[in-house]
């Protein structure tokens, strides 16, 4: 949990008052640990550290095309919290 939240602040700036751990899930070699949390409204990612870019989407326009193919695997793995 701690890890995940440092990452979280590392990698876009934001600052996850808590966070809830969902599942873990595996695809092809890597294991992934589903967090989720609540951001302030307003609250804006900025790319930091190993990141070049990061943004808002909202649910309905995401797809899988603008993911890397790790995780667009996550997000057609059709977990609830991944899907709209």
């Known amino acids: 949990m701690e890890a995940a939240a440092r990452e979280l602040r590392e990698e ?3 600052e ?3 966070l ?12 992934h640990h589903i967090f989720t949390t ?11 550290n190993e990141i ?5 989407v ?4 995401l797809s899988p095309s ?3 193919s790790t995780a667009a695997a996550l997000m057609l793995s059709h977990l609830p919290a991944l899907i709209a």
């Open 38 to 48: 609540h951001v302030h409204d307003g609250e804006k990612p900025m790319a930091c």
């Open 66 to 68: 603008m993911l890397k």
């Open 20 to 31: 809830l751990s969902l599942c873990t899930i595996r695809i092809g070699y890597t294991i």
């Open 12 to 14: 876009t700036s934001i």
């Open 52 to 56: 070049v870019a990061c943004k808002w």
């Open 58 to 61: 909202p649910r309905e326009k």
């Open 16 to 18: 996850a008052p808590a």
